[in-house]
């Protein structure tokens, strides 16, 4: 009885573990700012520390931000950018608790960065 009660046990406890999935990607929002690859990028994390994110990460050969808020339940902001027609071309994809942000969240940043950039600020 003992051994059926562990085994029994033990088969509950696993098969919990293999049911947690992990969450899915983050999807991007995207669009189109106006400036140069470097001047996005240098906005965005002005717009970022503003907010009260620390930028982790920033390399403007790779066109790539990584920044963290460090207040509960915890966020991570990545942005991607590429020279694109007439300007550059961001995407953003943003983490809190570690579950992905929906884009229609971003898109409030991507416009007050696209107003910033097109203000000439």
Same mark, same amino acid.
């Given at each position: 009885?003992?051994?059926?009660?562990?085994?029994?046990?033990?088969?509950?406890?696993?098969?919990?573990?293999?049911?947690?999935?992990?969450?899915?990607?983050?999807?991007?929002?995207?669009?189109?700012?106006?400036?140069?690859?470097? =001047?996005?990028?240098?906005?965005?994390?002005?717009?970022?520390? =503003? @907010?009260?994110?620390?930028?982790?990460?920033?390399?403007?050969?790779?066109?790539?931000?990584?920044?963290?808020?460090?207040?509960?339940?915890?966020?991570?902001?990545?942005? =991607?950018?590429? +020279?694109?027609?007439?300007? @550059?071309?961001? =995407?953003?994809?943003?983490?809190?608790?570690?579950?992905?942000?929906? +884009?229609?969240?971003?898109?409030?940043?991507?416009?007050?960065?696209?107003?910033?950039?097109?203000?000439?600020?």
């Amino acid at each position: 009885m003992r051994r059926w009660l562990l085994g029994f046990v033990l088969t509950v406890t696993l098969g919990g573990c293999a049911s947690m999935a992990p969450p899915a990607p983050a999807e991007p929002a995207t669009g189109n700012v106006p400036g140069s690859v470097v =001047e996005v990028l240098d906005e965005s994390m002005a717009l970022l520390m =503003e @907010s009260g994110y620390v930028i982790r990460h920033a390399d403007a050969d790779l066109g790539r931000v990584e920044a963290i808020l460090g207040r509960w339940p915890g966020y991570r902001v990545r942005l =991607e950018v590429q +020279p694109a027609e007439r300007g @550059s071309r961001v =995407e953003m994809t943003a983490l809190r608790g570690g579950y992905p942000l929906p +884009p229609d969240l971003l898109e409030p940043w991507l416009m007050t960065l696209r107003s910033r950039l097109g203000s000439g600020l």
